[in-house]
């Protein structure tokens, strides 16, 4: 089996982690070399830079200097753990990636789009995902969920629901101005069901 390169992408408390999971799982149980990746992150680095961004302490952050970390951080985890997966065939499943930055940095803070595509080329190395898997939430359902896990909002996530609209539009822009590489899912639907959709367009597009 070719490499493969899935994204998995979507507001916070949409359900990436636990879907990435449960791909990977059902990948692994098929014999298939697997990486589960998170961005930012998954290399020391990275995971340095993913501790700035997200410490509520910080709170003069410019919004420039989060897309250049973001995109320092991205492009790490590409030189140093995905273009040698994909090199030597493993399938590698990220949650997040550069359509995070085009959504939180470009639509969410303002950020001219144009930068943000050419900050996004940079850290990216180049690479494009095979296929991304877009989560949709509404964005009082998604502050439901963080409630109830019970888990302190970091500083991206404190930012409030009309953050977080922004940034679910600008993921469903995204995702409409390129179909073919995006899948828009119910994120209320129960996981096993969401799973199967996952599973069957993962099928039909790379094959058994």
């Not at 692994?28 to 501790?51: F, H, N, Y």
């Not at 296929?131 to 949709?136: A, N």
């Not at 993921?171 to 101005?177: K, S």
Request: proline share 3%; charged share 25%.
């Amino acid at each position: 089996m070719t490499s493969i390169f899935v994204t998995f992408e979507g507001i916070d408390y949409s359900g990436k982690s636990l879907q990435s999971k449960l791909l990977c799982d059902r990948l692994q149980s098929e014999q298939r070399a697997v990486m589960l990746l998170r961005d930012p992150g998954a290399t020391r680095i990275s995971e340095k830079i993913r501790s700035l961004l997200l410490d509520k302490a910080l709170d003069e952050m410019s919004a420039v200097t989060e897309l250049l970390l973001y995109e320092a951080a991205r492009s790490q985890m590409v030189a140093q753990l995905i273009r040698p997966a994909l090199e030597s065939g493993r399938t590698v499943v990220c949650v997040r990636f550069y359509d995070s930055t085009t959504a939180y940095q470009g639509f969410a803070r303002g950020l001219d789009l144009g930068l943000v595509q050419s900050a996004n080329c940079i850290g990216s190395c180049g690479l494009v995902p095979g296929h991304t898997f877009l989560l949709d939430l509404e964005p009082a359902v998604a502050l439901a969920r963080n409630k109830i896990s019970g888990r302190e909002a970091d500083r991206i996530e404190q930012e409030g629901l009309a953050f977080q609209s922004r940034v679910r539009e600008g993921y469903l822009q995204t995702a409409a101005m390129e179909p073919d590489r995006f899948t828009v899912l119910d994120a209320q639907a129960k996981p096993e069901v969401l799973h199967q959709a996952i599973w069957s367009v993962f099928i039909k597009k790379f094959g058994e």
